[in-house]
């Protein structure tokens, strides 16, 4: 397993802990030189699972939500987003690392063109 990626700009090494930094696999930079990179092999993969993922993440707060108002009422009133992000934070956060993990075994990492 891959412990660092150089930078296609700068060829200092990326680790898997500056890819799970990066906020999403769309808006990713160099941690060393700020150049914008763009990660075109796996994005498309990422997407699908995204795809697949964000209406189960979305169900299982919904799901969370509904067990919490039989026992405290006062939880229905509470936004959806926020009772998943207090109770199903650790899940989203597994899903997170495991984008990272993915780009950083697999993906390519390339410069981004300035338009």
Do not use: W
Not at 19 to 42: G, Q, S, V, W, Y
Not at 59 to 77: A, D, M, N, R
Not at 86 to 114: D, H, M, T, W
């Amino acid at each position: 397993m891959k412990t660092s990626i150089p930078c296609p700009r700068c060829q200092k090494p990326t680790t898997i802990e500056h890819f799970e930094d990066f906020p999403t696999p769309f808006n990713m930079k160099c941690p060393h030189c700020r150049a914008k990179l763009k990660e075109t092999k796996m994005t498309p993969l990422l997407l699908l699972i995204a795809v697949i993922a964000v209406p189960l993440l979305i169900f299982l707060g919904i799901t969370v939500q509904s067990f919490l108002t039989g026992y405290f009422p006062l939880v229905e009133k509470v936004p959806t987003v926020i009772v998943f992000l207090a109770f199903c934070y650790p899940i989203y956060a597994l899903y997170e690392s495991f984008n990272a993990v993915v780009i950083f075994n697999k993906g390519n990492l390339q410069l981004k063109k300035r338009q």
